[in-house]
């Protein structure tokens, strides 16, 4: 056990790859630097209160009910806007003819170890092994409940596609048996054709590492996707905190059919690297997004906050904001070309922090009031700096 935690773990980048990291305006000779000064607090008060505070309601104490899925369901030729949330971060696009897999997770924990770590809260909806033709699979960081070992094992076995990454992340990749020719990566603003699509990694505020001893903080690079079609466009957040790039790339590269937004796993201590529900509706408005799917929770605990609250918080925020949102039941496909309009509740109705009690704001911006705050909480909105 402790063998497979160690290959786990990755590798870090070495050689060309490395010459390739070192050549990036965003390293500065030992590791990658974020968008805005990080401030979060200390590793002794974060971990106190993640083991041993925080809502009562951090796991579900029911089973979930989601939809299960296979093979036959999913069409040979992939949709124009079709969007399969299979939990947390991992989703399956068909965008314009192509089918791409985002941050496939589907191993039983977020966590190099077997045996402990965020244990998900329901089975994959979809089998692996009933998993339809896919033409890439892009990966947005490094962390384990965005990166998972086993399954891109796995997927290097039964499928060819490609893997997009950002730097440094083949080489965790490579180390696992992926082939050098199967992965691509790129730098923020950089892309890659695939078919009639463009694949442009997009700046984010967050961290990377896999090491339990932090060896490798930041050593690879995090990033968003923006995912453009000749037809439709699509816009995948990965993780990150507020900052004023989502007005750059939405001016650059949206508007955007759909966003994929991260809105769970939050907290005031670590606000430099989650955006928070609220702040997530703002990025939706920041990238011109039409449709909002709030991602990144509901699988794992992570964090302090009740397990459906980042849902509950988004709806309320997305209200206040006119912003229409999509609230899928894990392993459900939305046809966003025929224009829906919000889905069936599908989670239970527990106790639940508003913002107005628990507000999250990232740090570095000028305080600002902004209807996506909800509650009438203020809202850091605009940078005083980028």
Do not use: C
């Amino acid at each position: 056990m402790l063998a497979d935690s160690w290959v786990a773990t990755g590798q870090r980048a070495s050689g060309a790859r490395l010459e390739r990291v070192r050549a990036s305006p965003r390293f500065d000779g030992t590791q990658f630097l974020d968008v805005l000064p990080r401030q979060q607090a200390s590793m002794l008060r974060s971990s106190r209160e993640y083991f041993f505070g925080g809502s009562a309601y951090r796991t579900p104490r029911d089973p979930i009910s989601v939809q299960p899925r296979t093979l036959s369901e999913f069409p040979s030729v992939p949709g124009a806007l079709t969007l399969t949330w299979l939990g947390h971060s991992t989703l399956l696009v068909e965008l314009d003819g192509h089918r791409l897999l985002l941050d496939p997770v589907w191993g039983d924990r977020a966590s190099p170890f077997t045996w402990a770590g965020p244990k998900r809260f329901y089975p994959p909806p979809l089998p692996l092994d009933q998993l339809p033709p896919i033409d890439a699979v892009l990966i947005s960081h490094d962390h384990y409940d965005h990166l998972d070992w086993p399954t891109i094992v796995a997927l290097g076995r039964q499928t060819d596609a490609p893997f997009i990454v950002p730097l440094g992340v083949g080489a965790h990749l490579e180390y696992w048996g992926i082939a050098a020719s199967r992965i691509v990566e790129l730098d923020w603003w950089q892309e890659h054709a695939l078919g009639g699509l463009r694949l442009v990694a997009t700046p984010a505020r967050h961290f990377s590492g896999r090491s339990v001893t932090f060896a490798d903080r930041d050593a690879t690079l995090w990033a968003g996707w923006a995912l453009l079609g000749p037809e439709h466009r699509v816009y995948y957040s990965g993780d990150t905190a507020m900052f004023p790039g989502f007005d750059e790339i939405g001016a650059r590269l949206g508007p955007f059919d759909a966003t994929l937004i991260e809105s769970g796993a939050y907290s005031a201590l670590w606000a430099d690297v989650h955006l928070g529900p609220e702040q997530a509706v703002q990025a939706h408005q920041m990238v011109r997004g039409r449709v909002m799917i709030p991602v990144h929770w509901g699988l794992f605990d992570l964090a302090l906050h009740g397990w459906t609250e980042p849902i509950e918080r988004v709806l309320a925020a997305a209200r206040e904001a006119s912003v229409n949102v999509i609230t899928p039941r894990p392993g459900s496909s939305v046809d966003l070309a025929a224009n829906p309009s919000g889905t069936p509740r599908w989670w239970p109705d527990v106790p639940w922090t508003p913002a107005a009690r628990a507000p999250v704001v990232s740090s570095g911006l000028v305080a600002t009031k902004t209807a996506a705050a909800g509650s009438g909480a203020s809202l850091l909105a605009l940078p005083d700096r980028f």
